[in-house]
Structure formats: C-alpha cells, structure tokens
C-alpha cells in the first residue's frame, strides 16, 4: 500500500529497543515538525481552501499525538530531550529543485509529506508488532493508523492540484530516492534515520 521501495530492516526494532528514551524524545519531535508543516502549508497556499481546512485537523492531531508522545516520556519519568537535526529529512528535501511555479512547489511539498508519512506508518507498523513493550506496541499500532491516514491525504492533494501523471512519475523517482537515503540511514536510533 505505502509503496516504499525499501523496508525497514526489522532489526532496526532492537536499536530502538536500547534506546526507547530518545526514540521517544525524536519521535514527539516528528510530531511538532508535522504539526508545523501543516501551518506552512496553510500559511504558504491560503487560496487552496480545502487544503487548509484539511491543515487545521492535521495541526490539532499532530500536536495531540505530540501530547501523547511527551505524557509517554514523563509516565516513564525522563523528561523531553532536544531536538536534533533529521538528517533523513535533510537528504530528502534535496530531490526536488528549487523554485518552479507556485503549484509545483506546492505539490514537492506535499509529495514530501506523503513520502514522510509513509515511512513513520511503516516504521510504526514494524514498532507495533515487534517491541516488547506491549503498551508501547498498541500505541505505535494506534499511531500507525493515523500516519496511514495522513499519507493518502497528501498523495491525493498532490494528485488533485498537479497534473495526475506528472505527480506520479515525481512520486515513483521519489520513492527511488528514499531507497537510497534509507540504505545509509535505515539503523540509527530515529523515526525516520
């Protein structure tokens, strides 16, 4: 369904496994950034307006799911670390050229979005199913719904507001590209790295 070319190496799990405070940590700090995306969004492309009424639900999910990641981090009784560079999301944002015309951008960034969501609903299924944390795993499953949802949602604002067979072939080089990133990246102690 996610399209994703390469999967997570299930042995990722066991980093996360020996690291679950800063998973926990860049994973409430995913949820800020998705949350903060959907305000750009609104922000940048204010004539689009089903997008934006679609942005505002994203903002208060996110930043529910951020809530939940932060009363997770106290439950457990750490405190929320800081945040550090995503360096997934620093080789990713490098696909796409600058500039074009205002509805390319926009559906980069949407593209971009989907692609994130479609990786942080894979990582979150391989959670759900493998930690031993059993709470912990019915979270990640609840989550990993939600990041499904978010990923079709972007796709399909992609396909609606750009030419459909051009926003296909973006998106299939995209998934390619990530591939690779994923090949150096896919066992750090990150959602997406």
């Not at 951008?105 to 609903?121: F, G, M, N």
Request: glycine content about 4%; aromatic content about 10%.
């Amino acid at each position: 369904m996610l399209g994703l070319k390469l999967p997570t190496d299930p042995r990722w799990v066991n980093i996360v496994e020996k690291n679950i405070e800063y998973i926990l940590t860049d994973h409430a700090y995913c949820e800020q950034k998705a949350a903060s995306t959907a305000v750009s969004l609104i922000v940048s492309f204010p004539e689009y307006t089903e997008l934006v009424q679609e942005m505002i639900e994203l903002v208060n999910e996110e930043m529910s799911h951020f809530k939940m990641v932060h009363d997770l981090i106290l439950e457990k009784g750490w405190i929320l670390g800081r945040d550090r560079k995503d360096e997934y999301v620093i080789q990713l944002l490098k696909f796409f050229p600058k500039g074009g015309s205002r509805t390319t951008q926009l559906v980069h960034r949407l593209l971009y979005a989907a692609l994130i969501e479609a990786r942080s609903c894979e990582r979150f299924r391989l959670l759900s199913e493998e930690l031993e944390d059993k709470k912990l795993a019915k979270f990640y499953r609840k989550l990993m719904i939600s990041e499904a949802g978010h990923y079709t949602m972007f796709l399909k604002f992609a396909r609606k507001y750009g030419d459909k067979k051009d926003v296909d072939k973006k998106w299939n080089a995209l998934l390619n590209y990530e591939a690779d990133i994923m090949k150096s990246l896919g066992n750090k102690e990150t959602i997406h790295g």
